[in-house]
């Protein structure tokens, strides 16, 4: 199995959306926008999440390290300046402690029900990592479940496990709920050309 990576774009469009649609939309039918929507937003767009988040993809709104098995996606790590990604989960809980925002974040995952425990999320998250350095680096945010030792539901884990992101050199830096931590890296800004899809993404 040879695994390659690209970012979401209107180019890989197609494949993502693909892959969505193999899933019934995931997580009822979201396409991977919630974390985009503003208040109200929801409502506004229920039922059209597709065409939203397609829009998002034309306009270089949304950002995402697409994992691929040959043309076919398999998975992705959702990533993007807080502007980008305002909705965040223990929102209100974050922003009580909340003193400086980063530069980028990471909010969620979704992997091919048919390729899950192969490393690929792991895999997704290295090459955002990758990009944000190529778009300029900064601190970046990520929002993991701490499930050690414990089986439960994918869809508590849409935003990473703890563990893989230590593993990946992030720190912990406050809980903002029960299982759920702000963990933080510095992403030095990488030589070069910007990843497609990246150039002028940061937030400052």
Known sequence: MTLTS??????????FARLV????????????ISFHLEPGENKRWAGRYRELKEARV?????????????????????FGPPDELPNIRSRKEYE?????????????FFIDRERR?????????REALQYIARA????????????????????FLCSGTLGMFLKAGFRKSRPIAMRRWVVVRRVPRARG????GTSGARSG
Do not use: M
């Open 96 to 108: 009580k402690g909340l003193r400086t925002r980063p530069d980028w974040r990471i909010t969620c």
């Open 136 to 155: 300029g680096g900064g601190t970046v945010e990520a929002y993991p479940e701490d499930y050690t030792a414990e089986r439960t539901s994918n869809s």
């Open 58 to 78: 034309r306009a270089g709104r949304a950002h995402a390290a697409l994992v691929f098995d040959g043309p076919e996606a398999v998975g992705w790590c959702q």
């Open 6 to 15: 690209q970012p979401l774009s209107t180019a890989t469009w197609p494949a």
């Open 193 to 196: 050309r910007p990843a497609p």
């Open 117 to 125: 425990g192969e490393g690929i999320a792991s895999l997704a998250l």
């Open 21 to 32: 649609e193999k899933h019934d939309g995931i997580f009822g039918g979201c396409w991977c």
